[in-house]
């Protein structure tokens, strides 16, 4: 086998969901493109991609940026259905944001419907000590309580990042092994790229409805 043909069918989906404004756009781009930036359109929803090296063995992230679409939430279920792993991301600056976190680990879990979906709860924006809202202990131990791995990261400085998608690919393998969700139904997904185009089509012609109406 090649090694492109090795890195496609090495290709795990992530989605991440969160509260808006606490980091996920950030944590993303520190992620795949090394810098942090202020200000970041809090609308955006796209996806990217990075290759990384886990335990001698290459594989290639699709990672989703959500932006809270209610709404949508049909288009919300179908990207969970097609991610084998989930990062769900509070501030630790926010109580509110830490509130949130059942209702996205209950959507996930309402979709899936599954026990053993990798997940990790990440912490974000622990930079900001002076703001803290949120012990390290309360989200080790909402972590625990739901199954999930606790990481707590800056996007701004870097801290932990790197740590998140790490754990997340094992915890994939590991799931992986465990159920036979075989690599020839993963290639028949599809890519983020193509959900995202279709999302922004449907964004662009429901505002066009409310253009209509107003
Ligand atoms: N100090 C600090 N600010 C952050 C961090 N992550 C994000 N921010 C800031 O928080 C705001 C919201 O970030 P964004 O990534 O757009 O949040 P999203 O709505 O969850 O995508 C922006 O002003 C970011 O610069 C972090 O780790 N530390
Ligand atoms: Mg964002």
């Known amino acids: 086998m090649s090694g492109n043909n090795r890195l496609n069918n090495n290709i795990h989906k992530i989605c991440i969901l969160g509260d808006g404004g606490c980091g996920k756009t950030s944590l993303i781009v520190q ?28 594989c290639l992230l699709d990672i989703l940026d959500t932006a809270g679409q209610e709404e949508l939430s049909c288009m919300m279920s179908q990207w969970i259905r097609s991610c084998s792993g989930f990062v769900v991301v509070y501030s630790i600056t926010s109580r509110s944001s830490f509130d949130q976190v059942n209702i996205f680990r209950d959507q996930i879990s309402r979709v899936l419907d599954r026990e053993n979906i990798p997940m990790i709860l990440v912490g974000n924006k622990c930079d900001q000590e002076e703001l803290r809202q949120v012990t390290t202990q309360e989200g080790q131990d909402l972590a625990n309580c739901l199954g999930m791995l606790h990481i707590e990261t800056s996007a701004k400085t870097r801290l932990n990042i790197e ?38 089509k449907i964004k662009k012609s429901s505002l066009q409805n409310v253009c209509k109406i107003n």
Not at 183 to 199: A, E, I, L, R, Y
């Open 31 to 58: 992620y795949t493109s090394n810098h942090f930036v202020e200000y970041y359109d809090p609308t955006i929803e796209d996806s990217y991609r990075k290759q990384l090296v886990v335990d001698e063995q290459a």
């Open 163 to 200: 740590d998140v998608f790490y754990n997340l690919v094992r915890k994939m393998r590991e799931s992986e092994k465990s159920f036979s969700d075989k690599s020839g139904d993963k290639d028949k997904k599809p890519t983020f790229k193509s959900m995202v185009h279709k999302m922004n």
